[in-house]
């Protein structure tokens, strides 16, 4: 029998002032290196992005029909973290590059007040070894 598996799901908003492609660019090309090779050395299992932007909201309305604005999650951006034991992350969190250069990174494009954090166990119902692996946001076995 496997151990389960728990996720870190953050809910995250961009800074007051920050144009929404710039956030999503900012996200990716300089917050996530920042963190990936900490991740990588601290057994993290996966860190994905879910870019939640102005144009792929408008899509609920092709997925859902009529359902009420209100349903629609705001937030700018969806982050999870999957690990096997919470010590993982917490030993992300207490190495001196994640306090150096992760912790102040936030500041340039984190609206703190009103990101909020799940923390949940994790369940994955269409594996990769399965045709679910992607790859930069992009299906890379054709599926």
């Not at 601290?42 to 994905?48: E, F, L, P």
Request: proline share 3%; hydrophobic share 35%.
């Amino acid at each position: 029998m496997s151990k389960k598996l728990f996720a870190l799901t953050i809910c995250g908003y961009r800074k007051s002032g920050m144009d929404e492609d710039e956030y999503h660019r900012y996200l990716s090309d300089n917050h996530a290196p920042l963190l990936k090779d900490l991740l990588i050395k601290n057994k993290i299992i996966d860190y994905t992005m879910q870019h939640n932007t102005s144009e792929t909201k408008k899509m609920m309305g092709q997925i859902f029909g009529s359902l009420h604005a209100g349903n629609v999650a705001e937030c700018d951006c969806f982050v999870q973290i999957v690990f096997r034991d919470v010590q993982d992350f917490i030993n992300v969190k207490e190495d001196p590059h994640y306090k150096k250069m992760v912790v102040p990174d936030h500041e340039n494009f984190a609206d703190g007040k009103r990101t909020t954090i799940v923390t949940g166990w994790f369940e994955s119902h269409i594996p990769s070894r399965h045709g679910g692996a992607i790859e930069n946001g992009v299906s890379i076995n054709g599926h």
